[in-house]
């Protein structure tokens, strides 16, 4: 028999198959199969789902930090302490960047320096005169304080003032080690002489007196 008959034959026998109702070998491994895929799709529809990030984190609210109490210190033989209001931005890198920049641009740097103190006292050391909880540093910069700290009441939004206690506590090591920034990019020298680009130098005369 050779290669042609053999052909012929075997498409005679899946057209009879097929004449007779008798399902073809790949039909019946799919119809054995669709109950496990019918169970598996509704995992592969939630493996797919995309993961959550949050990319705009509320800060606290300004009622809950405006507290009148700033330390532990109260009349009486009983008191209740300030409840401690966390701040999400002590957690970003971004955040306490921008509270940086806002650190700068709205001269703080005037009194306190870059942290080292001035006319302000400082704020890399350990003495806290008002509280050195976010909810005090907020209200401090909000309220003010006696003998020339003034209020910023109105003049700095509620984001940027939980930004900017994020990077006044980071000064002192209070906020997250592995948020806080390591260098400050504002403050950099002129590049090396290495590095300096190719100039095109122009000669010209001293001007005439």
Not at 73 to 83: C, S
Not at 86 to 108: H, I, L, Q, V
Not at 155 to 184: F, M, P
């Amino acid at each position: 028999m050779n290669q042609e008959s053999k052909t012929k034959r075997m498409v005679g026998t899946a057209l009879r198959f097929r004449s007779h109702g008798v399902a073809h070998p790949t039909q019946s491994f799919v119809r054995s199969c669709m109950p496990y895929f019918l169970v598996l799709l509704p995992f592969l529809f939630f493996s797919c789902e995309r993961e959550e990030r949050t990319l705009v984190v509320q800060p606290p609210s300004a009622q809950e930090a405006s507290l009148p109490q700033v330390s532990d210190l109260a009349p009486g033989p009983q008191h209740n302490k300030a409840p401690s209001v966390s701040n999400p931005d002590e957690n970003n890198s971004w955040m306490m960047a921008e509270g940086k920049r806002f650190y700068e641009a709205y001269n703080c740097v005037g009194c306190h320096a870059h942290g080292g103190g001035g006319m302000g006292p400082p704020l890399m050391d350990e003495k806290w005169i008002y509280g050195h909880e976010p909810q005090q540093v907020y209200a401090t910069i909000v309220e003010g304080r006696p003998n020339g700290m003034p209020s910023f009441r109105g003049k700095i939004s509620n984001d940027q003032l939980w930004e900017i206690v994020a990077y006044v506590r980071s000064l002192s090591g209070l906020t997250n080690q592995w948020a806080a920034n390591a260098r400050d990019d504002h403050i950099k020298g002129a590049p090396p002489p290495n590095s300096v680009p190719e100039g095109t130098p122009h000669n010209s005369s001293e001007p005439q007196p």
